[in-house]
């Protein structure tokens, strides 16, 4: 890993997330008045790694594929983040969602660290056993650098608990031992945890919920539109739905669909699985997909990709309250434009956290070995959701902060505090 990320355009620069989580980091630490140590040690990853993954094509021959792992801080424990599997996956991209996993962790009070996985590579293009032998390779080139005590995987974007397993049992044969706690996000029956599943996207439910009520607003009639429709957009819409929100558009990566009276979420999640996509749902009209970031809504969710809300969509945007089912869905640009704008956006590092903190939830129970019930998980996980609003509501009231501000204040207060704690930093603040 090289030292400072090059950036060549300003169109880079925009859309450069490693960037726009230093200046981030910058801020809170002045803002904090911590030593400037803590930004240096915080500002780059602490070990990133490249391999290259060869499967056998069942066409014949061999392919590699790039992969990389990223754990950027284990201050407060094991770096704990997801594998994604994309074609436009890169060391930029995996660091930036390395570094979010660690606010993340620390601004909800998680005793783990961030990291993050992925490899650049279209899953639809590869058969099941050309996808197992990716997803089993990945594991077998990085053993060493990850581990229930170490560094633990879960899915992300195109991954899954089927892949999951196929990883935990690669693992599990090379050490020669039982070790659930490798990966969360686990099939039930190999220890994962009841909830898992849903958890991103009931955690953007609650923490909207939170945050409508301290803007003196409630769920139950709120236009909501969502932004991609897979594990945590779908979720959410369903959850959504369910609180009495009136879901009026979804999109997800071919077509955008929209219904002033709400969308019937749960025949929509049938459509999908039925014929791939959301276009062409019955007694919905077809939109455009940028339409449905502009549409007059009280909560907007992105939960696709990075970088769907940039400086040119920012000023066009009428929702009210932006929930960042996503990682990095708003650029810095655009996240200026909105908080002049007065749109309150919920940040990644506390609205997507409910997947990560099951997933904690899910390792405690594979560590002690006893399974916890579905209400249980749901219970913790919401109690833990409500106290970092509660946190985060008021730490942007006391300092005049926006909610994205107020979580990296939060996060890297307690990330400092475990440099200190760990003798990390002297007195002068200088790393040791
Ligand atoms: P997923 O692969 O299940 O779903 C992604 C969805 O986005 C798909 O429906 C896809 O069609 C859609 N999409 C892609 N490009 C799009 C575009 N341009 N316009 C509209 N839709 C588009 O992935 P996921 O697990 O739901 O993750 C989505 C986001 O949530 C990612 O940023 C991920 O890092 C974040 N996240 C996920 C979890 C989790 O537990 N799954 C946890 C935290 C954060």
Redesign the pocket.
């Known amino acids: 890993m090289t030292a400072e990320i090059k950036i060549d355009t300003a169109l880079e620069r925009e859309r450069d997330p490693v960037g726009a989580i230093q200046q981030q980091l910058r801020a809170a630490v002045e803002r904090l008045t911590l030593p400037q140590t803590v930004y240096e040690l915080l500002r780059l990853p602490m070990r990133a790694i490249k391999v290259a993954i060869p499967v056998h094509l069942e066409a014949g021959g061999y392919r590699l594929f790039e992969g990389w792992r990223v754990q950027h801080s284990d201050v407060l424990g094991p770096t704990k983040g997801g594998i994604r599997f994309h074609p436009a996956v890169s060391e930029q991209e995996v660091t930036a969602l390395a570094m979010w996993m660690s606010y993340k962790t620390a601004a909800n009070g998680l005793p783990l660290g961030g990291a993050k996985g992925g490899v650049r590579v279209d899953p639809r293009a590869l058969s099941v056993r050309e996808l197992e032998q990716l997803s089993r390779g990945y594991v077998r080139l990085l053993r060493n650098e990850m581990g229930p005590r170490r560094d633990i995987p879960a899915?992300?974007?195109?991954t899954d608990a089927r892949i999951m397993g196929w990883m935990a049992d690669e693992y599990m044969q090379l050490v020669g031992q039982s070790e659930p706690g490798f990966v969360t996000g686990k099939p039930l029956v190999l220890g994962g945890s009841p909830g898992r599943l849903e958890?991103?996207g009931r955690g953007v439910v609650v923490t909207v919920r939170e945050v409508l009520r301290a803007r003196g607003q409630r769920l139950a009639g709120a236009r909501v539109a969502v932004?991609?429709?897979?594990?945590?957009?779908r979720v959410a819409a369903r959850r959504f739905a369910e609180a009495g929100a009136r879901v009026v558009a979804v999109?997800?990566?071919r077509a955008a669909v929209y219904c002033e009276q709400g969308l019937a979420v749960p025949a929509l999640i049938a459509h999908k699985q039925r014929t791939g996509s959301v276009g062409g749902f019955p007694g919905a009209e077809p939109i455009g997909?940028e339409e449905l970031l502009t549409l007059e809504v009280e909560v907007l969710v992105p939960?696709?990709?990075e970088n769907a809300i940039t400086e040119e969509l920012a000023p066009r945007v009428r929702a009210r309250v932006i929930a960042e089912?996503?990682?990095g869905p708003t650029t810095a640009a655009a996240d200026a434009i909105l908080r002049q704008r007065d749109i309150w956006v919920i940040p990644d590092i506390v609205c997507?956290a409910g997947?990560v903190i099951v997933s904690y939830f899910e390792w405690v129970q594979n560590t002690t070995g006893y399974l916890w019930t579905a209400r249980k998980v749901e219970r913790l996980c919401e109690d833990k959701l409500v106290q970092t609003c509660a946190a985060l509501l008021g730490c942007a009231e006391q300092l005049g902060l926006d909610l994205r501000q107020a979580a990296y204040t939060l996060a890297v207060e307690r990330l400092a505090e475990g440099l200190r704690a760990r003798g990390r930093l002297n007195e002068q603040g200088a790393p040791r």
Not at 155 to 158: K, S
Not at 227 to 233: I, L, T, V
Request: without cysteine.
């Open positions: 899915p992300d974007v195109n958890a991103t932004q991609g429709f897979g594990n945590a957009g999109s997800d990566s997909q939960a696709a990709l089912a996503a990682n997507n997947g």
